[in-house]
C-alpha cells in the first residue's frame, strides 16, 4: 500500500478533516489520533509436517470511552500494523455511530490462512489467543471474525481463552457458531445492515428500490448478504458481484444482465470467496474483468471487498448513472475520491455505518452470552433494523443540518459520543 492509500493515515485524515470543523480541542485530538495501546507479537505455530512456523500478529486497541474495545481479527497475507490500527480507530467511530457501549479494536495476523490445514489454522488461533488473552476479556476488549477468520475460529479463540482464564467465558469473543454461544442473524448481519441504510438512503433520496440496479465488489460474507438482501428486501436487482480468485491469483466479475442469483452463486463460492467460474459459466453468467464492476450503469455499487478500491484513479471510471455508494468495506474510499464523489453529489453512506450490522449483532450476542438466554433470528433482525435505522437517521439529520457530506456527519456524531464520553469519565 502506498502512501496515499495508507490505510491509517486516511483515518487520521478523515478525523483530523471532522475534528477541525468541530473545533476539537489539541489535546483531545492527540488523544484520538492514535491507538490506546498495541501489542504485536509473533506465534509460533508447529505444523502438519513436524515443522515450526513463526506468524506476526497484531492486537491494537483504540479507544474505551463508552465500554469495551470491540473489533475483528483478520487473517491476510499483506495485514499491516497500520492497516490494524485504522480499522481500530473506525471501530471506535463506528460502535460510536451505531450508538453501542464498546470502544474500538482490531487484530490481525499475516498469514494466507487458505495455505494452512484445518489442524494448522487450530493452532494458529489457539496461538494467537495465548499471546493477547491477558489483555482482553468481556470487560475488556472482545474480538470477532473478519476477512480470513471464521464462526469456527472463534470456536477455538474462545476455547483456548476459556481455559486459559480457567472458566467458560463466551463472552470473550463474538461471531461464535450458533449452538457455541452465537446469535442467530449474526451471519447476515453486516449484508443485511447494509440493505437497512439503502433502504433508508432511498426513501430521503426518493428512489423506488424495486426499480433499482446494483454492483458489488466482493463475494463474502459481506456482500453475499448485501446481494440476497438487496434482491429479498428491496426487491432491487444485483447485476454482477466481484470476487479475488485464490486459485488464478486475480480478480473477476461474475455478471447477468437480467440480475445475479446471489442464493445459486453463494453454493458455487467457496469459504475464501473464490467462485466457480466454470460452474458459473455453464449457468449463463458472463466472466469478466475484477475492474469493470466499477464501470457499471447501476443506481448503487456497493463496494464490500477491500480497502482502497475506490481512488483518484478509479472513481473517473464510475458511471453518471450512479446515486449512491454503499461502502460494505471497512476505508473502500480514499479521500481523493471523496471528493470526486461529492462533486459529483454522490450519495455516500460511509463505512462505519454502512458496515455496522455485524458489530451491533455483535454486542447482542455478547448480551446473550451475559444473560445466557438467546433470542431468535426474528427478533434479532428486527433489533438489527431499529439500531441501523436510527443510525442512519441520526447521521443523515447530522448532515442536513450541517449542511455536510454523510461521511463528514458520520463523523461528528462519533466524535461527539466518544468525546462526550470521555468528558464524563473525567479523561479530558
Ligand atoms: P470475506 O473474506 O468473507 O470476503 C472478502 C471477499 O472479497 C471475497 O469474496 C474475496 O474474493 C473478495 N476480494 C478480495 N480482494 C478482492 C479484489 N481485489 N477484487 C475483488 N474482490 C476481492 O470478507 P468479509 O467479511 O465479507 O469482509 C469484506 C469487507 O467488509 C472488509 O473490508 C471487512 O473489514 C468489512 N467488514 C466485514 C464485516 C463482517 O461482519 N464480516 C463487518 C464490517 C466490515
Same mark, same amino acid.
Given at each position: 500500500?502506498?502512501?496515499?492509500?495508507?490505510?491509517?493515515?486516511?483515518?487520521?485524515?478523515?478525523?483530523?478533516?471532522?475534528?477541525?470543523?468541530?473545533?476539537?480541542?489539541?489535546?483531545?485530538?492527540?488523544?484520538?489520533?492514535?491507538?490506546?495501546?498495541?501489542?504485536?507479537?509473533?506465534?509460533?505455530? #508447529?505444523?502438519?509436517?513436524?515443522?515450526?512456523?513463526?506468524?506476526?500478529?497484531?492486537?491494537?486497541?483504540?479507544?474505551?470511552?463508552?465500554?469495551?474495545?470491540?473489533?475483528?481479527?483478520?487473517?491476510?497475507?499483506?495485514?499491516?500494523?497500520?492497516?490494524?490500527?485504522?480499522?481500530?480507530?473506525?471501530?471506535?467511530?463506528?460502535?460510536?455511530?451505531?450508538?453501542?457501549?464498546?470502544?474500538?479494536?482490531?487484530?490481525?495476523?499475516?498469514?494466507?490462512?487458505?495455505?494452512?490445514?484445518?489442524?494448522?489454522?487450530?493452532?494458529?488461533?489457539?496461538?494467537?489467543?495465548?499471546?493477547?488473552?491477558?489483555?482482553?476479556?468481556?470487560?475488556?476488549?472482545?474480538?470477532?471474525?473478519?476477512?480470513?477468520?471464521?464462526?469456527?475460529?472463534?470456536?477455538?479463540?474462545?476455547?483456548?481463552?476459556?481455559?486459559?482464564?480457567?472458566?467458560?467465558?463466551?463472552?470473550?469473543?463474538?461471531?461464535?457458531?450458533?449452538?457455541?454461544?452465537?446469535?442467530?442473524?449474526?451471519?447476515?448481519?453486516?449484508?443485511?445492515?447494509?440493505?437497512?441504510?439503502?433502504?433508508?438512503?432511498?426513501?430521503?433520496?426518493?428512489?423506488?428500490?424495486?426499480?433499482?440496479?446494483?454492483?458489488?465488489?466482493?463475494?463474502?460474507?459481506?456482500?453475499?448478504?448485501?446481494?440476497?438482501?438487496?434482491?429479498?428486501?428491496?426487491?432491487?436487482?444485483?447485476?454482477?458481484?466481484?470476487?479475488?480468485?485464490?486459485?488464478?491469483?486475480?480478480?473477476?466479475?461474475?455478471?447477468?444482465?437480467?440480475?445475479?442469483?446471489?442464493?445459486?452463486?453463494?453454493?458455487?463460492?467457496?469459504?475464501?470467496?473464490?467462485?466457480?467460474?466454470?460452474?458459473?459459466?455453464?449457468?449463463?453468467?458472463?466472466?469478466?474483468?475484477?475492474?469493470?464492476?466499477?464501470?457499471?450503469?447501476?443506481?448503487?455499487?456497493?463496494?464490500?471487498?477491500?480497502?482502497?478500491?475506490?481512488?483518484?484513479?478509479?472513481?473517473?471510471?464510475?458511471?453518471?448513472?450512479?446515486?449512491?455508494?454503499?461502502?460494505?468495506?471497512?476505508?473502500?474510499?480514499?479521500?481523493?475520491?471523496?471528493?470526486?464523489?461529492?462533486?459529483?453529489?454522490?450519495?455516500?453512506?460511509?463505512?462505519?455505518?454502512?458496515?455496522?450490522?455485524?458489530?451491533?449483532?455483535?454486542?447482542?450476542?455478547?448480551?446473550?452470552?451475559?444473560?445466557?438466554?438467546?433470542?431468535?433470528?426474528?427478533?434479532?433482525?428486527?433489533?438489527?433494523?431499529?439500531?441501523?435505522?436510527?443510525?442512519?437517521?441520526?447521521?443523515?439529520?447530522?448532515?442536513?443540518?450541517?449542511?455536510?457530506?454523510? #461521511?463528514?456527519?458520520?463523523?461528528?456524531?462519533?466524535?461527539? #459520543?466518544?468525546?462526550?464520553?470521555?468528558?464524563?469519565?473525567?479523561?479530558?
Amino acid at each position: 500500500m502506498n502512501e496515499t492509500t495508507n490505510a491509517f493515515k486516511m483515518a487520521q485524515q478523515q478525523f483530523d478533516h471532522v475534528a477541525e470543523q468541530l473545533r476539537l480541542d489539541p489535546q483531545v485530538r492527540e488523544f484520538l489520533r492514535w491507538p490506546m495501546r498495541e501489542f504485536h507479537f509473533r506465534i509460533p505455530v #508447529r505444523m502438519d509436517d513436524g515443522s515450526m512456523k513463526m506468524f506476526e500478529g497484531f492486537r491494537v486497541q483504540h479507544n474505551d470511552a463508552r465500554g469495551p474495545c470491540k473489533g475483528g481479527i483478520r487473517f491476510h497475507p499483506s495485514e499491516t500494523v497500520d492497516t490494524v490500527r485504522a480499522l481500530a480507530t473506525w471501530m471506535t467511530w463506528k460502535c460510536a455511530v451505531a450508538d453501542i457501549p464498546l470502544g474500538g479494536a482490531k487484530g490481525g495476523v499475516i498469514v494466507d490462512p487458505a495455505t494452512l490445514k484445518l489442524s494448522e489454522k487450530e493452532r494458529l488461533c489457539r496461538g494467537y489467543m495465548q499471546k493477547v488473552w491477558r489483555s482482553i476479556g468481556p470487560r475488556r476488549d472482545v474480538p470477532a471474525p473478519d476477512v480470513g477468520t471464521t464462526p469456527q475460529m472463534m470456536g477455538w479463540m474462545m476455547d483456548e481463552y476459556s481455559k486459559l482464564a480457567g472458566e467458560y467465558t463466551p463472552g470473550v469473543i463474538t461471531g461464535k457458531p450458533v449452538g457455541g454461544g452465537g446469535s442467530q442473524g449474526r451471519t447476515e448481519a453486516t449484508g443485511y445492515g447494509v440493505v437497512y441504510n439503502l433502504r433508508e438512503a432511498m426513501l430521503r433520496l426518493k428512489m423506488d428500490p424495486s426499480k433499482c440496479t446494483a454492483a458489488i465488489q466482493g463475494f463474502g460474507n459481506v456482500a453475499q448478504y448485501a446481494a440476497i438482501g438487496f434482491k429479498e428486501l428491496l426487491k432491487g436487482k444485483v447485476v454482477c458481484v466481484s470476487y479475488w480468485d485464490r486459485f488464478d491469483r486475480t480478480s473477476y466479475v461474475v455478471s447477468k444482465d437480467d440480475g445475479v442469483d446471489a442464493i445459486f452463486l453463494q453454493s458455487i463460492t467457496d469459504q475464501y470467496g473464490t467462485i466457480d467460474k466454470e460452474k458459473a459459466k455453464a449457468a449463463g453468467y458472463k466472466i469478466e474483468d475484477g475492474s469493470v464492476w466499477l464501470q457499471k450503469d447501476v443506481d448503487v455499487l456497493i463496494p464490500a471487498a477491500i480497502e482502497g478500491q475506490i481512488n483518484a484513479e478509479t472513481v473517473l471510471q464510475i458511471s453518471d448513472k450512479v446515486r449512491i455508494v454503499a461502502e460494505g468495506a471497512n476505508g473502500p474510499t480514499t479521500p481523493e475520491a471523496d471528493e470526486v464523489l461529492k462533486n459529483n453529489n454522490v450519495f455516500v453512506i460511509p463505512d462505519f455505518l454502512c458496515n455496522a450490522g455485524g458489530v451491533t449483532v455483535s454486542y447482542f450476542e455478547g448480551v446473550q452470552n451475559d444473560m445466557n438466554f438467546y433470542w431468535t433470528r426474528r427478533e434479532v433482525l428486527e433489533r438489527l433494523d431499529d439500531k441501523i435505522t436510527e443510525a442512519f437517521k441520526s447521521v443523515y439529520e447530522m448532515s442536513e443540518g450541517e449542511k455536510v457530506f454523510m #461521511r463528514d456527519a458520520a463523523y461528528m456524531v462519533a466524535i461527539n #459520543r466518544v468525546v462526550n464520553a470521555m468528558q464524563l469519565r473525567g479523561w479530558i
